[in-house]
């Protein structure tokens, strides 16, 4: 499985913007397609944006397109999410994950059996 380590949460207050980085480790991030998803507290986790592993097509919930972008540079083992545009209701826990099986692209989260440890954005209003 992949390993994947997120940074850049923080405090910020709304209107403003904040990019998470999420490296993952081994020779095989290029074949995995990664994903964002957030949970606040008393919630269930929910999808953000994801990436497919082939094209780099994307997708992203409803609640934050427009406004969020998600990328890859897969010769740094790196996903990004670029969240611009803050909002208090985007206060969460940020995971990156990555599938369980390489080669498919998904953002259906019971396919996603790898997790980094999260990282907290706090959005004041």
């Known amino acids: 499985q992949v390993q994947l380590v997120e940074s850049g949460g923080g405090l910020v207050q709304a209107g403003d913007s904040l990019r998470l980085s999420c490296a993952a480790s081994g020779r095989t991030f290029s074949s995995y397609a990664m994903a964002w998803f957030r949970q606040v507290p008393g919630k269930e986790r929910e999808f953000v944006a994801g990436?497919?592993?082939?094209?780099?097509?994307?997708g992203y919930a409803d609640s934050v397109k427009g406004r969020f972008t998600i990328s890859r540079d897969n010769t740094k083992n790196t996903v990004y999410l670029q969240m611009n545009s803050l909002k208090p209701e985007d206060t969460a826990v940020y995971y990156c994950a990555a599938p369980t099986a390489p080669y498919k692209n998904t953002y259906y989260q019971p396919d996603f059996g790898s997790w980094g440890q999260g990282t907290q954005v706090t959005v004041s209003s």
């Open positions: 990436i497919n592993w082939s094209d780099s097509r994307t």
